[in-house]
């Protein structure tokens, strides 16, 4: 599925960010164990009304030098037509119509992306009429909200999804396994792409964001049909640094959410960073099976014992993501380039796995058996059975007397007893607690 994006916009202490996280509290209420759904996060996936889209909030993205701030919001509205499905002008009822707004309001006017004017801080009945002035900025019927109460939120969301168009929501149904290719700039990654292609699909330069436009490119390989999807660099040239950063995460999120399984590309030279450990963890929180290359091999010292030291180290670092499978590659040298393909088979192929329930019992009762979990508020935690409840991505589900008893811990153990009998290399295993009985789930 390829998520539509929302982007807001508009200048400082119009209550951007107030407004991206009354969505991000919806949807947390809606699904209150979503994951990947984090506070310091300024994108989101979000639903309403049964159509999906992920939601951008430029707000935290702006610099810290007073003289800059117009020019970045200059170009974050540049970047917003250029990228994005729908249009969210945010303004303030309070301050009126300032010349910031006049001047987004004319670059709106000339695009053909949908626009929707929401006028914030309209927090009763009798403010309504002072947000009509709103009208002379020429954008059509403006949305009367307040982001700090709640007010007119599902109106508005009403307005945004009516610009989500069903039809193209969903790409068209395909055997292909689509291969989302991830890491930092000049890790490699349009290289590779090239080099499994044997041609320069993708402009590639030392200098970071240069690949110009998203490419999905098709690929057949011992008789299956691949999608790799490359992480495009911005279409135009970005002068500010917070939006390049800003949009290359953007675009990196929503390259994982189409992709089926994840590539994704360290720098050996550089090492393992805060922002890989980042990337990977927005992964996994999307359930998304994934694969780790490390890249630029070729520039590294080894002896006999290096790979296996690198190996430990990179390990550490996962640490609770430690089944995630590393390969070290050298796109320059092309060494294991189609190992690091068959291994993202492989993994691909694992996540389709339903193990049979007749077999999950006969391994993991026993197992439960001997390492019940702990007796909680007196209460005596019983187990009985487990089945699989869905493949790709893989949930387990445990049928026991007190489903929200249960601690963490002992979820991990589960989680790693069934990796010791079903590795599920590079996959995102889920355990859920479900009540055996009807007494058991009118406790819940």
Do not use: C
């Not at 690091?340 to 077999?359: C, G, I, K, N, W």
């Not at 811990?409 to 859920?432: H, M, S």
């Amino acid at each position: 599925m390829r998520l539509p994006l929302v982007t807001i916009v508009g200048r400082p202490n119009v209550g951007k960010s107030t407004f991206f996280n009354r969505i991000l509290q919806r949807r947390e209420a809606i699904v209150h164990d979503q994951p990947g759904v984090t506070r310091d996060r300024h994108y989101a996936l979000s639903d309403w009304d049964g159509k999906p889209f992920m939601l951008v909030d430029t707000g935290g993205f702006m610099p810290r030098s007073d003289d800059m701030i117009d020019a970045a919001i200059r170009e974050q509205v540049e970047i917003a037509i250029d990228e994005t499905d729908v249009i969210l002008f945010l303004v303030d009822q309070s301050s009126g119509i300032t010349d910031i707004d006049h001047e987004i309001a004319k670059r709106l006017q000339r695009t053909d992306k949908p626009v929707v004017l929401a006028v914030n801080k309209v927090d009763h009945e009798k403010l309504e009429p002072e947000g009509y002035q709103f009208y002379a900025l020429g954008l059509g019927d403006p949305v009367m909200i307040s982001a700090m109460q709640g007010r007119g939120i599902g109106d508005l969301l009403d307005v945004l999804t009516s610009h989500i168009d069903n039809d193209t929501r969903d790409e068209k149904a395909s055997d292909a396994i689509k291969l989302a290719v991830i890491g930092k700039e000049n890790v490699g990654k349009s290289s590779f792409v090239n080099t499994l292609l044997g041609k320069d699909r993708v402009i590639v330069t030392p200098i970071p964001g240069t690949t110009r436009d998203p490419i999905d490119s098709p690929l057949r390989y011992k008789k299956r049909d691949y999608l790799i999807i490359d992480t495009a660099g911005l279409k135009r040239k970005a002068r500010v640094k917070e939006n390049v950063l800003f949009y290359s995460q953007i675009r990196t999120a929503r390259s994982i959410q189409r992709a089926d399984i994840v590539l994704y590309f360290v720098d050996a030279a550089e090492g393992f960073t805060r922002q890989d450990q980042r990337v990977i963890s927005d992964a996994i929180a999307s359930r998304k099976p994934i694969v780790m290359a490390v890249n630029k091999w070729d520039l590294i010292e080894k002896d006999h014992r290096t790979t296996k030291l690198w190996e430990e180290e990179l390990r550490d670092k996962l640490g609770m993501y430690t089944f995630i499978p590393i390969i070290f590659t050298s796109v320059m040298e092309k060494q294991r380039l189609y190992k690091l393909l068959d291994l993202a088979t492989e993994v691909y192929e694992e996540f389709q796995r339903q193990v049979p329930t007749s077999v999950l019992n006969k391994i993991m009762l026993p197992i439960v058996k001997h390492n019940s979990p702990p007796a909680t508020r007196g209460k005596e935690i019983k187990i009985n059975y487990v089945t699989q409840l869905q493949a790709a991505p893989p949930v387990f589900g445990f049928f026991t007397n007190h489903p929200k008893l249960i601690p963490d811990n002992y979820k991990r153990f589960l989680e790693k007893q069934i990796r010791l009998n079903w590795p599920f290399r590079g996959i995102p295993v889920t355990i859920a607690f479900k009540a055996k009985n009807k007494q058991a789930a009118r406790e819940r």
